[in-house]
Structure formats: structure tokens, C-alpha cells
């Protein structure tokens, strides 16, 4: 659509934004205003994103106190150096040049699977389109997937959406759930602090967001009656109507309990909302005591009053977890309880897209259908899966043990995911700095960390955060050694900045 182009094209260069008419449509004035405010959400997010391109480099004679820029801003686990899943890599490769079918560099396995996926596609070629929808092996592999993970629960191929990323699916389902006009507007009730993703979709869709807030002093636990109060005073202005959960958090690594999903299906079955669990964190969790339970499991075991009844989409994605593919945007939803009319809709949405990344529903694919025992690659894949989530696990708990040693940092523990979002201290002096500069203290902060350290992390503001409170987003994916120089560092300039501005 156009305002989509309109945004990849502002999003790719912002200062467009302040030239009216530039490109006749473009211009400030005549441009949507949702646009405009999903541009702001965005380059709010970003902007430390691009701002290491805007550091004059060493070649140009302008001497900066660090070496190089160390991008722990976002989740982009190959960027920062791990490896590839080989088995996954085998597949697609075997996929994209099909003539490698015939080496014997590679595994019966993989060539099993690469057959069984090209047999699915127009022509045997990863080159063709696919059904809206998918190609239907990978779903039902899918579905079989979902089926061992919650034991045994039934899936539907049926319900099984393969998408680009898990992004595309939620800014789909909230598209075909999205009506109304002024009081009546769909109002979405999304966790503070949350993925941009969310806030910036529902303002594209111009629909209501509705905060509800996580307990930072509980672990970033979701409490309930948080959920009625938001619920209750949105009533006033919207239609809340949709329910959306991160699960492990992002970007709060929170990993939530069973009775904590029990008492929000009942809380959705109660006001008649419709569920979006984000779970594409699922394989990362690494306290001790904590466990993924997926919506759709704990739902099923509600019994049939419940998941006859309320309205659930879930979501997971090649791009996180142990595989870090983020660069194939592949991808699943699995919808249930939906009205048929409604899934008539929603699958004629995603026809305008055509089909996913083919190459994505592959890698998928392998998520979902991995080696097993008995097979040749399992022993390799097993070896590989555990390492990436075992290093994961120890820099979680090295992250979390070297803020809490900075004074005026506080980090609760790192349930999962693959990020920290500690608490900071900014002094009052920093804080009328930072609106003498027209900043949020924190990105302040940032902008201040970046400049002094080469290391870009986000601000909580980016996020949202309770009022007089700062954060910041940092992913624990940098090497060991690197991730501890980071650390170091970080604690060197926080002790500085709170000399300076006391």
C-alpha cells in the first residue's frame, strides 16, 4: 500500500520528514497523520540503531575514546557472532541449488527434508510462490511440532498461518481485529514496557492503545488486577478488545508461571478478549525454576468452557531462540476459535502479500522438524542447540551479577529471552540537562554512553516505563569476553556520569 512504501521510505530516511512536498504525497502536511506517528515510534526506536553510522571514524582524524562500536541494541544473534544451526543451513541450502541433492557432503537427513519441502512447491523450485497460507507441509509439521511441545494437545494445519517473521502475523490479526470509530475504536491492551512493534502497528492502524504495567519490583510479573484496572478505565474512551502477551518478555525477560497464564485466559474469558501471545522467545529460558507454558496448552487444560471459547493467536519465529536465522523472516501463527467468516477474511489479507519467504517457510520448517534420535545429524544439531543455549544461560546470569554491582543500577533476574533492562539512576542535574536538549533522560543517557564508549544500547523510553523511572535495552548476545569488556565499561561511564552530574 502506499502508506506502507510511505514508511519503509521515511523509516530508511527520516529527515524526508521536514521537507514538505519533497516528493508531492511525501510532504509533512499531506502525509497520514498514523503514518507520522508510527514514523515517531520507530525512529524512536532506531535511532540508536543508525546512530554508530553518524560517528566520524578514526580515518577522518576525529580521535574517539573506544575502538570500535559494539551494537547491543538489538537481537540479531548472527551479527554478533554465533554460528549457524549447520542441520538448518544443510536443508535450505539443499533447497536453493537442489542439484546438491546428489553430494555426498551432505546427510540423508537433510536431503530427506530438502525433498519433501521442494515437492511442496510450484515446480520443485524454492523460486516459486507458494499458497497464501503456506506450503502445507510445513504446516502440518507445524501443527505435529505443536502437538509434542504441549503434550499432545491437538493442532490443526488448518490453523496454522506460515508468515514473514512473527511480525507480519501480529500486525495481520490486529488488522482484521481493528474497527470502530471514537468511543467504539478497538482499544489493544499491550504490556509497558513492550516491543515497538505493538505500539507502532496499533498507531499505522489507527486504533487505541491501552497500558497495562508490568511489576518491576515482582520480577516484571503480570498481575491481574493491573489488567482489570487498565481494562476498566479504557472503557471510558475505546472498545478494548484485544489482550497482547510477551511471553518471555521483551524487553523484560520475565518468564511467566502457570497460575499467572491461567489467571489471564480467565481474565480474557471473562471480558470476551481476544489473546495475542507473542512466544518466539519460547526456547529461552534459563532460570532455575522457570518453564515455558505455552497460551495454547494452558488453555486446552482449562478445560472446554475455556478453549472452546476464547479466541487465541500465537506466535514464534526462526529469528530467535537457538537458530537466530532473523535475516530468513520466517515464521508461524496459530489461530484458534476464530469465526470461519473471519478466517475467510483473514486469509484473503494475507493473499495480497502473496506467500511468505519461501526460503523463511524452510528454515521454519527445521525449527519444527529438527533432527531426532536415531537420525544421522541429531547428535551434531543437539550438540550445537545446547551450546547456543547454554552460553545464552551464562551470560544471563553474568549480566545480571555485573549491573547489580553498579551503584545505582539495579537488573532483576534474567528469567529468559535475550536481553537485560536494568534500572539507572540519573541525577536531577543530568535529567535538566537532557530537556535543555529536548531528550528523554535516558536516551540522554544513551546518546551520553555511546558518544563516550562506542556501545549503543536503547532507551527505556523507547519502550515505556512507569513515570520518573529509566532504563535501558541491552541484548546479552556478544561473545563472553566482549560481553564482559561491555560490562566493564558500562560500569566505568556510570560511576563517571554520577561524578559529573551529582
Known sequence: SLLERQLIILCCCPFLMGFPGLWGC?????????????????????????????????????????????????????????????????????????NLLDSPSFPEDAKKRARRILQGCGGN???????SQGINCIREDVASYIERRDGGVPADPDNIYLTTGASDGISAILKIL???????????????????????????????QVNYYLDEEN???????????????????????????????NPTGQVQSRKCIEDVIHFAWEEKLFLLADEVYQDNVYSEGCQFHSFKKILYEMGPEYYNNVELASFHSTSKGYMGECGYRGGYMEVINLHPEIKGQLVKLLSVRLCPPVSGQAA??????????GEESYAQFIKEKESVLNNLAKKAKLTEDMFNKIPGVHCNPLQGAMYAFPRIFIPSKAIEEAKAHKMAPDMFYCMKLLEE??????????????????HFRMTILPPVEKLKILLEKVKDFHIKFLEKYA
Open 26 to 98: 511525501l510532504g509533512q502536511e499531506e502525509t497520514s497523520p498514523n503514518l507520522v506517528n508510527c514514523i515517531k515510534i520507530c525512529t524512536g526506536f532506531v535511532l540508536n540503531s543508525s546512530l554508530y553510522i553518524k560517528i566520524p571514524s578514526p580515518n577522518f582524524g576525529i580521535k574517539k575514546p573506544f575502538t570500535e562500536v559494539i551494537k547491543a541494541n538489538i537481537g540479531d544473534a548472527h551479527a554478533m557472532g554465533q554460528r549457524p544451526i549447520t542441520f538448518l543451513r544443510q536443508v535450505v541450502a539443499l533447497c536453493t541449488y537442489p
Open 453 to 470: 564508549t562506542g556501545i549503543c544500547v536503547v532507551p527505556g523510553s523507547g519502550f515505556g516505563q512507569r513515570e520518573g523511572t529509566y
Open 178 to 208: 481493528i474497527s470502530g470509530d471514537g468511543k467504539s475504536r478497538t482499544g489493544v491492551m499491550i504490556p509497558i514496557p513492550q516491543y515497538p512493534l505493538y505500539s507502532a502497528a496499533i498507531s499505522e492502524l489507527d486504533a487505541i
Open 125 to 131: 523450485s524454492l523460486g516459486s510462490y507458494t499458497a
Open 364 to 373: 521454519m520448517d527445521i525449527v519444527v522438524n529438527p533432527p531426532v534420535p
Open 219 to 249: 520480577c516484571w510479573a503480570l498481575n491481574v488486577n493491573e489488567l482489570r484496572r487498565a481494562l476498566n478505565e479504557a472503557k471510558a474512551y475505546c472498545n478494548p478488545k484485544v489482550l497482547c502477551i510477551i511471553n518471555p518478555g
